[in-house]
């Protein structure tokens, strides 16, 4: 298991005492591959897009197993488009007018909730898988 050093400069420690080091902003690392494991490189499989349309109350998103999702506000909406958890409303959500876009790292679709402030809005959708 990797160790963080201490001290005022922190560097990750190897099993064998290793150092990593960054070079051009990548890390490197020496890694010993224990006999009968496996080495998977984790990253954005699939992109699956799409639109919602909101009412004007809080609506989960549909449940899908993610990494990562943008969300767009669709530019033909007339009111605002609130993202958040459980219960988000205009005072507790991240407020997305028309064209704007949030970002986020989640492991499920359905742990996030949008509403708008004009029934019939919709949202943009690119999920990450």
């Not at 669709?74 to 997305?96: E, M, Q, R």
């Amino acid at each position: 298991m990797a160790n963080i050093g201490s001290g005022t400069s922190r560097v990750i420690i190897d099993p064998d005492g290793e150092a990593a080091t960054v070079t051009s902003n990548r890390l490197d690392v020496n890694a010993t591959l224990v006999a009968g494991a496996t080495i998977e490189i984790v990253g954005h499989g699939v992109i699956v897009s799409g639109a919602i349309n909101l009412s004007d109350s809080a609506g989960v998103l549909s449940t899908v197993l993610c990494k990562h999702v943008d969300i767009m506000a669709n530019l033909s909406n007339t009111g605002i488009v609130y993202i958040g958890a459980s219960g988000v409303d205009a005072t507790t959500g991240i407020a997305l007018y028309p064209g704007d876009v949030y970002s986020v790292d989640i492991s499920n679709l359905g742990l996030l909730y949008a509403m708008s402030t004009v029934s019939g809005d919709d949202i943009n959708v690119a999920i990450f898988t």
